[in-house]
């Protein structure tokens, strides 16, 4: 017997998340990266959980930090995320959602019951991996106990405050190598940066949320890229 479709629902949002879901119905690919999918369907279809929960403080966003010891984007705060496997179904309907629900199980410990997906944002691309990354919203509505699954994966699991990537003083401007420049956040211990900074970036701007910061304190990149 198939297994149900996951259906994105808005129903039975909290009432701060009204500016996400602003965010989800009308943002513009460009609006959040200039890295769109290659037109000729090349490379490797991905997806990310960005879960929103109701922490002490607030709103707040899961992350986990990756292992050091891994090929790609070692040692980098993340949403929990991953390739899609065949499993995960067609990859233009729901495969992506169901990817991103396995692999924050997979990472985190999460049970993927007490999500509920509530929109998908465009399909993004990380030229230096290759990857095609579709980013799912999800609402924490019954939290479960998270943690490191499995170490050669994750070093850590962590929520992060709305209130504190919004907080100037937690804010700053990667310099990479390479001359690129972007968004980044001091929070938790962690330098969160790259792909993971850019996507929290642009839904603290679009939803209203940012508040005015220093684009010129800058963080260089030399031994964490």
């Known amino acids: 017997m198939p297994e149900m479709p996951v259906v994105p629902s808005k129903d039975g949002l909290p009432d701060w998340l009204d500016p996400v879901v602003h965010v989800v119905e009308t943002v ?3 609006q959040l990266s200039r890295f769109l999918p290659p037109g000729n369907g090349a490379g490797r279809q991905s997806a990310v959980l960005i879960l929103f929960g109701d922490g ?6 899961l992350l986990m930090e990756r292992a050091s ?3 790609s984007h070692a040692g980098q705060p993340a949403f929990p995320g991953g390739a899609l ?3 995960d179904g067609d990859p233009t309907a729901d495969g992506p959602l169901r990817a991103a629900l396995r692999e924050a199980e997979e990472e985190t410990g999460l049970d ?3 999500v509920q997906i509530f929109g998908v944002l465009p399909k993004l691309y990380i030229p230096v991996s290759g990857f095609v990354v579709t980013p799912v919203l999800g609402w924490w509505r019954e939290p479960s106990p998270v943690g490191v699954v499995d170490p050669n994966e994750t070093a850590r699991v962590f929520t992060v405050p709305v209130a504190d990537l919004t907080e100037p003083a937690n804010r700053a401007t990667t310099v990479h190598p390479s001359g690129h420049r972007g968004p980044a956040f001091l929070v938790e211990s962690a ?3 790259g792909f993971t900074a850019g996507i929290i970036d642009r839904l603290l701007h679009y939803a209203g949320w940012e508040r005015p910061w220093d684009g010129d304190r800058q963080v260089p990149l030399d031994g964490r890229a």
Do not use: I, K
């Open 28 to 30: 513009e690919p460009l």
């Open 56 to 61: 002490q403080r607030g709103p707040e966003l």
């Open 69 to 71: 010891s891994l090929r």
């Open 85 to 87: 496997d065949p499993e």
């Open 112 to 114: 993927p019951a007490g």
């Open 191 to 193: 330098l969160v940066w």
